[in-house]
């Protein structure tokens, strides 16, 4: 059993920054570094999209190109947290926020992750 909480959502102007946490608890003994971990969003209307993916160890890390050089995606497997710095936002990144966690390899894809935290919402205003 995995579990994920989100935090640092909220309502930010175009061109401002936000970072998002996802503090992650295994109780199953496995430990965090054991698990890849992705960012996901979903906006009103919409499917779920990929943001990024962070693999293990942090050597990893790829992001959807609409976020590439504005977003950065980070992990600290001693505190069990990943984050999604973003910057440069846009109104069109306003969407309900997801971290999620898939045991060892990483993906882009929401179907292969096994856990998902509840969400922050993300507005940014025009």
């Known amino acids: 059993q995995v579990q994920l909480v989100e935090s640092g959502g909220g309502l930010v102007q175009a061109g401002g920054s936000l970072r998002l946490s996802c503090t992650v608890s295994?109780?199953?003994?496995?430990?965090?570094?054991?698990?890849?971990m992705g960012w996901f969003r979903q906006a009103p209307g919409k499917e779920r999209e990929f943001v990024a993916a962070?693999?293990?160890?942090?050597?990893?890390?790829y992001y959807a190109d609409s976020v590439e050089a504005r977003f950065t995606a980070s992990r600290d497997n001693a505190k069990n947290t990943v984050d999604l710095q973003m910057n440069s936002l846009r109104p069109e990144d306003t969407a309900v926020y997801y971290c999620a966690a898939r045991f060892f390899r990483d993906s882009s894809l929401p179907s292969e992750y096994d856990y998902w935290g509840q969400g922050t919402q993300v507005t940014v205003s025009s």
């Open positions: 295994t109780i199953s003994g496995r430990p965090f570094s054991n698990f890849a």
């Open positions: 962070i693999s293990w160890n942090g050597g990893k890390i």
